[in-house]
């Protein structure tokens, strides 16, 4: 797919001598939902960090048509590619506000208040909490925080590691419902990195599945939905 | 009622020298999460550079801005050289290494300046009729403009923590490393100039102190004590703890050594240790420290 906007083709990573991935091609198309699904060990997070310059990697990276595989996790975000981490990654000390600020912190010159309003106003929770502790937010708001404070950045992709983790089901619908409306509203792409296949891969436009590194099938989300291999092993649906 | 006042204001000025150098300390334990031994004798180090400088000729204030820069580059290079490349492999070994430097830099001066104690002029007036005199106490402006300093230095580093992008960084990085790597902070560089501006407060406390204490080897031995007892007992990750413990203690030292006759001056490191030890057991987290002072 010459005209994605994330290209990644041969990524290997690991911690020291383990290799965790072991060469993963995907792509991101502009505007286009990702879900790359898959259970615990898989290497979910070892992409997203891969992909954030957080470890070091192989294989090539390239978004917009530049290579980013070698940049620090700085140089990315620049780039326009934000991450909203596992478990949310908030700063627990810090106020909402400043939280989002810190999201910010690439940006160069100018003040970020336009950017704090848009997103009081997405997120009004975050208004009514700004001078508050982040830590002192329920996990769906913290989620909410750590979505905004990625978009502080004002990135072209976004990247979300587990989003629904330990979030109540309603809370994990209103999550994604978010999610597609910053595609359907702001023209984001996305990847996310799910276990949750039932939402995920109704949101998706595309899915990949991971399992111990490697990419083992992949589709359009309703593709994927039907498969009776991935209802068995990510829905618990037994054929 | 004049000696009682004259005692607290010398107590409080004292402890504004333990609250500057548990100020370095918890500025360094926050972000590092390690109390550095190393902290007192960087400021004494800057305190005998400060004295070279005087002696030929430099006008004090200068010579002061110039050592804190020295200090600044000392602890700096104290974190980039030893402290990082020792906390990856191993961070219980860092503590080890820190004495190590604390060791280090006690011989470095010595050989520099010798064993020899020696005096040093004060920034603020400091001649024998420099005082003012309230309800009949004396008070010396040179004591009171080390509680003037210590004011300045807390309002700068609020001005420092809670007014810019760097100290929005620099409290990022206290909280949540990887987090912060993930906003795009440079975490090593915050951490190097966290560690730089303690060293550059250690070495303003030692100037502050030297010329009421006499410039030696030793200058900063009792006082980092005391100012890590301060620390302790204000909340390791709080700086308003650190200013508010540091005074606390000058006062208890002013007490002890004034009034209560059976402990006396020989007793004042017992007594610190004994409110270390209270506090420890009975509030871990300190006066002002979050519950979760270890590391995670």
């Given at each position: 797919m010459s005209d994605a906007l994330l290209d990644v083709t041969g990524l290997t990573a690991g911690y020291g001598p383990i290799e965790v991935l072991h060469?993963?091609?995907?792509?991101?198309?502009?505007?286009?939902?990702?879900?790359?699904?898959?259970?615990?060990?898989?290497?979910?997070?070892?992409?997203?960090?891969?992909?954030?310059?957080?470890?070091?990697?192989?294989?090539?990276?390239?978004?917009?048509?530049?290579?980013?595989?070698?940049?620090?996790?700085?140089?990315?975000?620049?780039?326009?590619?934000?991450?909203?981490?596992?478990?949310?990654?908030?700063?627990?000390?810090?106020?909402?506000?400043?939280?989002?600020?810190?999201?910010?912190?690439?940006?160069?010159?100018?003040?970020?208040?336009?950017?704090?309003?848009?997103?009081?106003?997405?997120?009004?929770?975050?208004?009514?909490?700004?001078?508050?502790?982040?830590?002192?937010?329920?996990?769906?708001?913290?989620?909410?925080?750590?979505?905004?404070?990625?978009?502080?950045?004002?990135?072209?992709?976004?990247?979300?590691?587990?989003?629904?983790?330990?979030?109540?089901?309603?809370?994990?619908?209103?999550?994604?419902?978010?999610?597609?409306?910053?595609?359907?509203?702001?023209?984001?792409?996305?990847?996310?990195?799910?276990?949750?296949?039932?939402?995920?891969?109704?949101?998706?436009?595309?899915?990949?599945?991971?399992?111990?590194?490697?990419?083992?099938?992949?589709?359009?989300?309703?593709?994927?939905?039907?498969?009776?291999?991935?209802?068995?092993?990510?829905?618990?649906?037994?054929? | 009622m004049s000696l009682f006042i004259e005692r607290m204001v010398n107590g409080l000025a004292d402890g504004a020298i333990y609250s500057l150098l548990a100020l370095a300390l918890v500025v360094i334990f926050r972000s590092t999460g390690q109390l550095n031994f190393a902290q007192g004798e960087i400021g004494t180090f800057g305190a005998f550079v400060v004295s070279t400088l005087t002696l030929s000729g430099w006008p004090v204030w200068i010579s002061i801005g110039t050592a804190m820069v020295v200090g600044f580059a000392i602890s700096a290079g104290v974190e980039r050289i030893v402290v990082r490349p020792i906390e990856t492999r191993n961070p219980g070994a860092v503590i080890v290494a820190l004495i190590g430097v604390f060791l280090a830099v006690n011989q470095l001066t010595a050989m520099i300046w010798g064993v020899d104690a020696r005096g040093l002029p004060s920034v603020f007036p400091d001649d024998a009729d420099d005082f003012v005199t309230v309800f009949g106490a004396p008070l010396r402006i040179a004591r009171l403009g080390i509680l003037a300093m210590l004011a300045v230095v807390v309002f700068l580093l609020w001005l420092l923590f809670n007014k810019t992008k760097i100290g929005l960084a620099m409290r990022a990085v206290a909280n949540n490393q990887e987090s912060s790597n993930l906003v795009g902070i440079r975490v090593g560089g915050i951490l190097l100039l966290g560690w730089g501006l303690a060293g550059a407060i250690g070495v303003l406390a030692a100037a502050m102190l030297a010329p009421s204490a006499g410039l030696t080897g030793t200058l900063m031995l009792g006082p980092f004590l005391l100012a890590s007892v301060a620390a302790v007992l204000g909340g390791l990750d709080s700086p308003l703890g650190a200013v508010v413990g540091g005074l606390l203690i000058g006062v208890t030292e002013a007490v002890i050594v004034g009034y209560v006759d059976f402990l006396g001056a020989d007793m004042l490191f017992p007594v610190m240790l004994v409110i270390l030890l209270a506090v420890l057991l009975l509030r871990p987290a300190g006066l002002f420290g979050s519950e979760r002072v270890e590391r995670v």
């Open positions: 060469g993963l091609d995907f792509s991101v198309a502009d505007g286009e939902i990702v879900v790359i699904l898959g259970a615990n060990g898989a290497g979910k997070t070892t992409t997203m960090r891969a992909l954030s310059g957080m470890i070091s990697r192989g294989g090539t990276i390239n978004f917009g048509g530049r290579s980013i595989g070698g940049m620090r996790p700085d140089a990315v975000l620049r780039a326009g590619v934000s991450q909203v981490p596992q478990g949310r990654g908030t700063f627990t000390d810090l106020s909402v506000e400043d939280n989002l600020l810190a999201g910010a912190y690439t940006l160069r010159g100018g003040t970020p208040g336009d950017d704090l309003d848009r997103w009081y106003g997405v997120f009004p929770r975050l208004a009514e909490r700004k001078d508050q502790k982040a830590g002192s937010l329920s996990g769906g708001e913290q989620q909410m925080l750590a979505i905004a404070r990625a978009m502080m950045n004002r990135p072209k992709l976004l990247l979300c590691d587990e989003p629904s983790l330990g979030l109540a089901p309603i809370i994990t619908q209103e999550l994604f419902q978010v999610l597609g409306d910053l595609r359907d509203e702001m023209g984001m792409s996305l990847l996310i990195v799910e276990q949750n296949a039932g939402l995920s891969l109704q949101l998706a436009d595309r899915a990949y599945v991971l399992e111990t590194g490697d990419i083992v099938a992949t589709g359009t989300g309703d593709e994927l939905l039907a498969d009776d291999t991935i209802k068995e092993a990510y829905l618990g649906v037994v054929s | -």
